[in-house]
């Protein structure tokens, strides 16, 4: 892995724990005795916007090194099931959670004078901003349990991606 995928990683992970506090923030703001709209939607963009850059470096990462170099050393591994499973579900929810995280920043903008007043909606908020962070927790450790089982299948089997290309170029022969 060279160090732009690397840096990539790294700024999908951060930028995706950032957003996990922030609507940790919107959701303990919201729940608080003294309500700080201007603080709630600030944390709000804040989740928002790392969610996005997640999205995107997350899709970089993915798209130019994941797919071609760590899913088939897991899938050729004894925990197939790992990417099968939580991969295809952790991409799904993460399609998904940046346009959670927009409908409630959006809300929270838009309807900034009526949280105070509005218990329903106060209450929506909080749940839905306790949606993102238990499915930005979900998919956090599912990222964590899918780098287990690259670590886990190069470190026992010591495979190397030209044994992989090697069999690979047999398999079709």
Same mark, same amino acid.
């Given at each position: 892995m060279?160090?732009?995928?690397?840096?990539?990683l790294?700024?999908h &992970?951060?930028?995706?724990?950032?957003?996990i506090?922030a609507f940790?923030?919107?959701?303990?703001?919201?729940?608080?005795k003294?309500?700080?709209?201007?603080?709630?939607?600030?944390?709000?963009?804040?989740?928002?916007?790392?969610?996005?850059?997640s999205?995107?470096?997350?899709g970089?990462?993915?798209? *130019?090194?994941?797919?071609?170099?760590?899913?088939?050393?897991?899938?050729?591994?004894?925990?197939?099931?790992?990417?099968?499973?939580?991969?295809?579900?952790?991409?799904?929810?993460?399609?998904?959670?940046?346009?959670?995280?927009?409908?409630?920043?959006?809300?929270? #903008?838009?309807?900034?004078?009526?949280?105070?007043?509005?218990?329903?909606?106060?209450?929506?908020l909080?749940l839905?901003?306790?949606?993102?962070?238990?499915?930005?927790? &979900? &998919? *956090?450790?599912?990222?964590i349990?899918?780098?287990?089982?690259?670590t886990?299948?190069?470190?026992?089997?010591?495979?190397s991606?030209?044994n992989? *290309?090697? /069999? /690979?170029? #047999?398999?079709?022969?």
């Amino acid at each position: 892995m060279n160090s732009l995928l690397l840096n990539a990683l790294v700024w999908h &992970i951060l930028l995706g724990i950032t957003a996990i506090v922030a609507f940790t923030g919107v959701s303990l703001l919201l729940r608080g005795k003294d309500l700080n709209v201007k603080l709630v939607k600030i944390y709000s963009l804040l989740g928002f916007l790392g969610f996005l850059g997640s999205w995107i470096f997350g899709g970089y990462y993915y798209a *130019t090194y994941y797919a071609s170099e760590v899913k088939p050393l897991i899938l050729a591994g004894t925990t197939p099931l790992i990417h099968q499973i939580l991969m295809e579900s952790k991409e799904h929810v993460f399609l998904f959670l940046p346009f959670l995280a927009f409908v409630t920043c959006l809300l929270l #903008y838009s309807l900034s004078k009526e949280i105070g007043t509005n218990e329903k909606l106060k209450k929506s908020l909080i749940l839905l901003s306790l949606l993102i962070v238990t499915l930005g927790i &979900i &998919i *956090t450790l599912s990222g964590i349990a899918i780098s287990g089982a690259v670590t886990k299948k190069s470190q026992s089997a010591k495979i190397s991606l030209s044994n992989l *290309t090697e /069999a /690979a170029k #047999y398999n079709h022969e």
